[in-house]
């Protein structure tokens, strides 16, 4: 195949060259984000700048394919198409907007400020070019609705004073001959309009930011409650806490001694005692990470969204009660469809509810014969959400089951009341539904669902 010649434009960076190692600013700017999608934007943009460089350096002449393949930038980037570019870009966007998180708080902004800026446009064409007169100033009051919306009182009156330049701008335009008559007067009512919504607009925003930082108190308190639950959950799992926790510990202390004995006999054998040497590291790993994971649920902190899986999430949380649940002559039965995607909220969270519901189907199970006393833990995938069921061989509940999720209503009589609110309080803070029902077969089963990110993968 012959070589393609083109030119690479030396626009867009000023940077002063640096050699082949590219431009310093760009190299600063785009090493930090270590998502594979923004490394691959970061290594596409730093390669163009690499190319620019080289480009002055050759006195802006053309260059071949050989000549730009001989810089150390990838191949299969600098052939990357623009509406690849783009498709990806939008599909990051898209994401970002779907989570909520700060970036995509951010495109809405945007997207909200160009949308009233084209509406802005618009109505300013359609005054100066229409014969209503000035009638049409008043729709200027659309433009400030849209500001609003971004939730930005600043933006609200600068989207106020433009409306309101735009319709002056408009009326000396189409009637400086006759600055007065029945067109000021409607100018004049355009104005007062735009104003009195201007002036709404900020106040019901002030409301919002009231109702905001209300919430916010309330949420830090309901975190509080969250961290004593989870606390008073630990508690609860004593047992198996030490379980897990001696078992790792214990075959530490039998390959540390299998170790010595190697060593002691009349010819050491290495080979056997490194290979008691990976064991004692393996389980001090697992150890570490028994207490990494423990610690993650006792310690107080700020809820904090993020990617995890749930099949994952699950496992984990059998294995730490499940030596807890054996003690009490409980069998646990789990039914974990393969195909579990990767969810999105507050991992630490979701266990504590799951945590909880596997706790209380276990004391509810305190009367029941002990060769009937099984916890079945179902978790499936129901369209665009995941359903996650816990279920007993308890005594069940009673017809009325909303009053169990009321704070401090407990049918135990050492219980706090607060396990089952708080649980239903997290779910739906992460948009999704706790409810209980009776089973057929005798016992109770609860069920949370929580929605599936829309493009997250199995």
Known sequence: MPARRGRISGRGCRSRPRGRAGCTRHRARYRIDPAPRAAARRDLRLSRCRARHALRARGGRAMSEADFASFPLPRPLARVSLSSLWGSRIGIWREAIMRGDARGQRLVIHLRLAGAAIVALAIFALDVLSPLQGAVAVLYTTVVLLAARTGKRDLVIAAGTVGAGLAAIAYLISHSAEPLGSPAMRLTVSLVA???????????????????????????????????????????????IAHEINQPLSAIVTYAKSGQRWLARA????????????????????????????????????????????????????????????????????????????????????????????????????????????????????????????????????????????????????????????????????????????????????RFTLPILQGSGA
């Open 194 to 240: 735009n104003g009195i919504t201007t002036f709404l607009s900020i106040r019901h925003l002030a409301e919002i930011d009231q109702r905001r930082s209300t919430q916010a108190r309330l949420d830090q308190a309901q975190a509080e409650l969250a961290h004593v639950s989870r606390l008073n959950l630990l508690g609860q799992m004593g047992a198996s």
């Open 267 to 446: 010819e050491p054998d290495a080979a056997e005692a490194a290979d008691c040497l990976d064991h004692i590291a393996a389980n001090a790993t697992r150890a570490a990470d028994i207490i990494g994971r423990i610690r993650d649920i006792a310690r107080r902190a700020e809820p904090r969204q993020d990617h995890f899986a749930l099949a994952a999430l699950v496992s984990e949380t059998v294995a730490l009660l499940q030596r807890d649940l054996q003690s009490h002559d409980v069998v646990i039965r789990t039914a974990i469809a393969p195909d579990l995607p990767v969810l999105w909220g507050d991992r630490v969270q979701i266990q504590q509810v799951l945590m909880n519901l596997m706790l209380n189907a276990d004391q509810a199970m305190t009367q029941t014969p002990a060769n009937r006393r099984e916890l079945l833990l179902e978790a499936a995938r129901d369209g665009g959400e995941v359903t996650v069921a816990v279920s007993d061989r308890g005594p069940g509940l009673p017809n009325d089951t909303e009053p169990l999720f009321e704070p401090f209503r407990s049918t135990k009589p050492d219980g706090m009341g607060m396990g089952l609110s708080i649980s239903r309080a997290i779910i739906e803070r992460h948009a999704g539904r706790l409810t209980s029902a009776n089973r057929a077969e005798g016992g109770a089963s609860f």
